[in-house]
Structure formats: structure tokens, C-alpha cells
């Protein structure tokens, strides 16, 4: 599967973004869970959030739960990050990753996923 990332931009602090994410490919999404991950300069890529294949289940970093709200349209082959109230520390390149659905369920290590996205920018300002 391949994706492409896209809704990245400049924002002031507080604001909000959405962040989409396109996947091409014959495999049906829904055999997916996707995760969103975020890498900002000088640090690791840390876990965002991630949504199971059929939607049901959801699980978010303890730094952005309450803020950000990630969703999917299989119909569409897309995933979605919302991004409310947005902070300075939120600036970032945001990855958009797939996994096999497996028996592990939602997972928030890198190495898990198979599939990346090229990345967008999103940058917050104070």
C-alpha cells in the first residue's frame, strides 16, 4: 500500500489542523490499523495516535489525547488527524503509517508498522 500525506501547514498556537492521509493499492484498507507518528528536529519518532482497520478502536499518546481526534473513511481509503488546540511542541513532520491487522491489536512502536508516508510539516508558532 502506498501513502500520501497531505494538510500540513503553519499554524498559530491554539489553532487547528487536519491532516489526511491517502492510501493507494489493491489490498482492502480495512485490513489496516493506521497510526500517526510525528518526528521533530534532534528527536526519535514518537507514536501519535492509531485506529484499528473496522474503526472500532482508537488509542492516542497521553501528549495529545484530548486534542487530537483520529479517524478514517475506509469507503475512501483515508485516515484522518485532527488537531485541535495546537502547541508550539507540536511541530513536527507527520508520518502517516499502516499495519497489518494482527491478534496484537493497536501497537505505538515504529517498527510495527510496514507502511510510511513521505511525511508533511506542520509547524506551530507562539
Known amino acids: 500500500v502506498q501513502l500520501v500525506e497531505s494538510g500540513g501547514g503553519l499554524v498559530q498556537g491554539g489553532g487547528s489542523l487536519r491532516l489526511s492521509c491517502a492510501a493507494s493499492?489493491?489490498?482492502?484498507?480495512?485490513?489496516?490499523?493506521m497510526g500517526w507518528f510525528r518526528q521533530a528536529p534532534g528527536k526519535e519518532r514518537e507514536f501519535v495516535a492509531a485506529i484499528s482497520g473496522s474503526a472500532d478502536s482508537t488509542n492516542y499518546a497521553p501528549t495529545v489525547k484530548g486534542r487530537f481526534t483520529i479517524s478514517r473513511d475506509n469507503a475512501k481509503r483515508t485516515v484522518y488527524l485532527q488537531m485541535n488546540s495546537l502547541k508550539p511542541e507540536d511541530t513536527a513532520v507527520y508520518y502517516c503509517t499502516a499495519d497489518w491487522v494482527t491478534p496484537q491489536g493497536l501497537r505505538v512502536m515504529a517498527e510495527a508498522y510496514d507502511y510510511w508516508g513521505q511525511g508533511t510539516q506542520v509547524t506551530v508558532s507562539s
Open positions: 493499492g489493491r489490498t482492502a484498507f480495512s485490513l489496516f490499523n
